[in-house]
């Protein structure tokens, strides 16, 4: 095995698409907004990123871990997709990105939104029904 592929399976969100799909989408976000005067960058740019490095930190947070943590961390994860929503309509209304750069990150946040939603479907599927509430419920107080 070389050096790369011991890497990535020792990172084993990195074998998530999902990880995959958001890096790629911070990597859009900080190319987009690297131009912006400086108090466009102050007011949106930064939190922008900020929010999409979101995306990804709570998959890899919530990989680590159990399924009904993993579950938890999903949720945030959307949080921050939807954050990221609210950026992108700054945006557009504010004029910083044309209609196409809005288009795009719309599509890529409702594709995050699908893949994350199909994670915590697959994951909340292999809980056993009994007690899932409850330990998700659980969770959350502690957190």
């Not at 029904?129 to 998700?136: A, P």
Request: net charge neutral.
């Amino acid at each position: 095995m070389n050096e790369q592929e011991n890497s990535v399976s020792f990172f084993r969100f990195k074998d998530l698409r999902i990880y995959a799909k958001a890096i790629e989408y911070i990597a859009w976000v900080q190319e987009e907004t690297v131009h912006l005067r400086e108090d466009q960058q102050f007011m949106l740019g930064e939190k922008f990123v900020k929010a999409a490095q979101g995306i990804a930190l709570n998959i890899v947070e919530g990989s680590v871990r159990n399924k009904v943590q993993f579950i938890y961390y999903l949720k945030i994860a959307k949080s921050f997709i939807r954050e990221c929503v609210v950026y992108t309509d700054i945006a557009a209304k504010s004029s910083i990105l044309s209609e196409e750069k809005i288009h795009h990150s719309v599509c890529q946040l409702m594709e995050l939104t699908k893949m994350t939603g199909k994670l915590l479907t697959s994951l909340q599927d292999s809980i056993p029904s009994i007690n899932r509430k409850e330990k998700v419920d659980e969770f959350s107080e502690v957190v």
